[in-house]
């Protein structure tokens, strides 16, 4: 089992990465990716990327599909994810490419 590292991760490390993706590596050795959406005292939250196997541009969908292309409940393609500051190790940049 590896040690938990003790460098911690503060406010403003988390800040100057605000709307860009990153990976965040949790004390416990998790890592998560997704973009950074808020930052306060306690919390960060990211944008993860979700399922999006749903959603097709041109469908074929099923006859009164409820996820079909014109329909307000079609699934996210984030979903949040809120980590304690205080319990992160690393967070780094990672290239997105569009």
């Given at each position: 089992?590896?040690?938990?590292?003790?460098?911690?991760?503060?406010?403003?490390?988390?800040?100057?990465?605000?709307?860009?993706?990153?990976?965040?590596?949790?004390?416990?050795?998790?890592?998560?990716?997704?973009?950074?959406?808020?930052?306060?005292?306690?919390?960060?939250?990211?944008?993860?990327?979700?399922?999006?196997?749903?959603?097709?541009?041109?469908?074929?969908?099923?006859?009164?599909?409820?996820?079909?292309?014109?329909?307000?409940?079609?699934?996210?393609?984030?979903?949040?994810?809120?980590?304690?500051?205080?319990?992160?190790?690393?967070?780094?940049l990672l290239p997105y490419y569009w």
């Open positions: 089992m590896t040690k938990p590292s003790t460098h911690k991760i503060t406010k403003s490390q988390c800040e100057s990465h605000m709307h860009r993706y990153v990976e965040v590596k949790a004390a416990d050795g998790y890592c998560y990716d997704g973009i950074v959406e808020h930052v306060d005292d306690e919390w960060l939250c990211l944008a993860v990327p979700g399922s999006v196997d749903l959603m097709r541009a041109f469908g074929p969908y099923p006859p009164f599909s409820p996820f079909g292309p014109f329909s307000p409940y079609r699934p996210r393609r984030f979903d949040r994810l809120v980590l304690p500051l205080a319990g992160l190790a690393a967070i780094s």
